[in-house]
């Protein structure tokens, strides 16, 4: 079954933007589009071993009654997609809702519990790094305004992480029929073991493969084409605020691109399950 994406809808302009980038995902994906209707400022996502609180702004709670018509509007600007709009049902005995895990993906702005107007475009949310830290899917970090991407740019340093973001990206390729170009910094050699220890090496064009051999990485973003969406992996097991390394913060602080981040619970399993 092709699990949806989760989008929680803010009806504002900023939400605007993030819905436009999600429907765009689904379309460009062949995947549903599940828009959660906040009624309340706080929910749970119950996790196979920990309870994540999303405490969203109160930018997502604005004029509740005109936000699915206003969200309609927004997806007749283009193709016909798969959605469903809803509004929590099931209450824990904290009296916050419950929101199942059981999704494909989801979409996170750069932060959900501070105002957008307070947030800088290298800042991302510690609930958004919460969210990704124990989610078992991949999530959409969107640009601040929409912006659709033609074709997949992959962040490759040789870990387990970035092996589960290539992998990710050769199935979205697949499904979507893009071109898929992978950037690396490093030894070429030693990036080829990784590659074969991690049996992907056949599985990438060697044309499309730029090894950077010197310098820093935020020297060579530049490469990275403006209308690519960046697959990348998250790492790190300490604290929420370890959970990017220096790498993963230089990427997301200096490209405007729309990134899709897999954490350190990210599940290939859901991922094939949601391609079937």
């Known amino acids: ?9 803010r009806n504002t302009p900023f939400g605007r933007e993030t819905l436009l980038q999600s429907a765009y995902t689904c379309r460009r994906m062949q995947r549903p ?5 906040p009624k309340d400022k706080k929910f749970l996502f119950y ?3 920990e309870v994540v609180q999303v405490d969203l702004d109160r930018s997502y709670l604005h ?3 005109t936000a699915q018509e206003n969200a309609e509007a927004m997806l007749q600007l283009g193709p016909t997609l798969t959605t469903r709009f809803f509004q929590a049902e099931k209450y824990t005995a904290t009296g916050l809702p419950d929101l199942s895990p059981g999704y494909g993906m989801m979409t ?6 501070d105002q957008t107007s307070r947030i800088s475009l290298g800042f991302i949310g510690s609930k958004v790094r919460h969210i ?15 912006k659709p991407w033609t074709r997949l740019a992959v ?20 499904r979507c029929n893009v071109e898929l170009r992978i950037f690396s910094l490093g030894d070429q050699k030693e990036l080829s073991a990784h590659l074969e220890r991690q049996g992907l090496a ?10 950077f051999s010197s310098g820093r990485i935020g020297d060579h973003l530049n490469q990275v084409p403006h209308d690519a969406l960046v697959v990348l992996g998250a790492y790190g097991h300490g604290p929420i605020k370890a959970l990017f390394g220096s790498t993963m913060e230089t990427i997301q602080a200096g490209l405007p691109n729309n990134l899709l981040v897999t954490g350190p619970k990210f599940s290939a399993l859901t991922t094939q399950e949601a391609a079937d």
């Open 1 to 9: 079954m092709n699990r949806p994406l989760l989008h929680v809808f």
């Open 33 to 37: 589009l599940d828009i959660y209707l």
């Open 47 to 49: 996790f196979d071993n």
């Open 63 to 65: 004029q509740p009654e």
């Open 108 to 113: 996170c702005p750069r932060s959900m519990s």
């Open 132 to 146: 990704l830290q124990t989610a078992p899917f991949p999530i959409l970090i969107p640009s601040p305004v929409y």
């Open 155 to 174: 962040l490759y340093g040789g870990s387990d992480a970035a092996a589960g973001a290539l992998r990710l990206a050769l199935e979205i390729q697949q």
């Open 202 to 211: 056949n599985k990438i064009q060697r044309e499309n493969w730029h090894v």
